[in-house]
């Protein structure tokens, strides 16, 4: 016999634990994602690696963070979010472990790329998106602003962490910090997390009672995410979501994610103060983007992307005059500014797939985040290869500006339906 969970009045419905299951998972894979930055300096200095090799590895990661969330999506549909995100939990982990390890710069490219890019791509942005659509009927934008911030939070406790024992204990010590944090977070999957409502004897929250759910699928995941994304590709709303998104990649986790840190080092800043202040970003990133969350549930998403993107490209614009040594006023006003843009462009995103794609949505919205991170992968090697050949990276951020205001201008002219 099993005993129903339908919430009844005054009792927390059973969605909001599983969304704090979701928001820790992707809080302790965040922290992989906040190394780039930190360790490209002492990666040059102990093995002379340049800034371009190194820049290959995030690229690689990136593309893999990105290109593995459709495929994540279809499997999390076939065999459920608890499987999927304990193994892409225990990737990260031992990607991260084995850097320790590392002697050759194809080892670099190995276990930070390869093996860090496919479990985080495979409990990332698409992971959000899969609670939310199964979980919640009313709360969407707001509980995808949250969950995407748990990203930013998890940036906001390792950067500084990180920075700290890279300088001190040594990078190597940075690494098996961050392995050991995804594996403490395993356990809280494992045990915690449930794939749907029906398995505990519920709804979705806000759902009619009597609602019907969609059943697992039995497709193969590859099958079904190839070919969703053949439908998809026939619409022209979805070649303006991902070049917009390739953009945000690219001005985002590509760019400032990865090169911000060297950058403020060229100009006499220390490591620990640079990657403090990618930390304010995170703060300010998560009011940022669980307020894009509310206004998603309000607001045209796509006039909310229009104005997201124009803000950012301004901003980067005006960037490469406030480096200096010292935190000044302007940088901070930077910082605090482009903290509240840096990924308030998911809800709206996500809900512009779900609203044109419907039960197809969260995979679509999985190829569009490859989208995201192929831009990400570009901008990555890109700003390397600048530093490199001008020994600057100001041409890296006037591009990223001018790509931003095009994306503004490709995500109003979205429209509200297939398209076909």
């Known amino acids: 016999m099993t005993l129903s969970t339908t919430p009844t009045r005054g009792r927390m419905h059973r969605a909001w634990f599983v969304a704090a299951v979701a928001f820790v998972a992707i809080l302790g894979a965040a922290g992989f994602r906040a190394t780039p930055g930190v360790l490209i300096t002492p990666l040059q200095e102990e093995f002379g690696w340049s800034a371009g090799t190194i ?3 995030v690229s690689i990661n990136l593309v893999l963070y990105g290109l593995t969330a ?29 850097t320790v390890l590392m002697t ?20 990332a942005l698409v992971f959000a998106a899969t609670v939310v659509d199964r979980w919640f009927v009313r709360h969407r934008g707001l509980v995808t602003g949250v969950l995407t911030a748990a990203g930013a939070t998890g940036q906001l406790i390792f950067l500084p962490v990180l920075a700290q024992l890279a300088e001190g204990p040594g990078w190597r010590f940075a690494s098996l910090t961050v392995s050991g944090a995804a594996l ?12 749907r409502p029906e398995d505990v004897g519920t709804t979705a929250l806000g759902a009619d009672p009597g609602a019907v759910r969609t059943p697992p ?12 994304l053949a439908s998809a590709a026939r619409t022209r709303p979805f070649w303006l979501l991902a070049g917009g998104f390739a ?38 990133d998560i009011a940022g983007t669980i307020a894009s969350g509310w206004l998603s549930d309000k607001i045209d998403p796509k006039v909310l992307l229009g104005v997201y993107y124009a803000l950012r490209g301004l901003s980067l614009m005006v ?27 998911v809800p709206p995103t996500v ?46 951020w006037y591009g990223a500006g001018a790509l931003c205001l095009l994306a503004a201008g490709m995500s109003v002219a979205i429209g509200h339906a297939r398209g076909r």
């Not at 459709?70 to 084995?98: E, Q, Y």
């Not at 960037?319 to 462009?345: N, Q, R």
């Open 55 to 57: 820049s290959l590895a």
């Open 70 to 98: 459709p495929f994540a999506a279809a499997l999390m549909d076939r065999f459920g979010m608890r499987r999927v995100v304990a193994v892409a939990l225990l990737l990260i982990a031992a990607g991260s472990g084995l």
């Open 104 to 123: 050759a710069s194809w080892q670099l490219l190995l276990f930070w790329g390869v093996l860090v890019g496919l479990g985080t791509g495979s409990m």
């Open 184 to 195: 403490a977070v395993v356990p809280f999957v494992w045990w915690l997390l449930r794939d």
């Open 217 to 228: 699928s039995t497709v193969n995941a590859a099958v079904r995410a190839v070919t969703v």
């Open 247 to 284: 953009i945000c990649g690219a001005s985002t986790n590509g760019l400032v994610g990865t090169h911000f840190i060297p950058a403020a080092h060229d100009h006499g800043m220390a490591e620990p103060v640079a990657a403090g202040l990618l930390a304010v970003i995170g703060i300010f």
């Open 319 to 345: 960037l490469p005059s406030l480096f200096a040594a010292t935190t000044e006023p302007s940088m901070l006003i930077f910082i605090v500014f482009y903290g509240l843009d840096w990924v308030a462009t």
């Open 351 to 396: 809900a512009l797939c779900r609203r044109i794609y419907g039960a197809d949505g969260a995979v679509v919205f999985g190829w569009v985040f490859g989208s995201h991170q192929v831009g990400a992968a570009f901008a990555a090697v890109g700003a390397g290869l600048t530093r490199d050949h001008l020994g600057a990276y100001d041409l890296a």
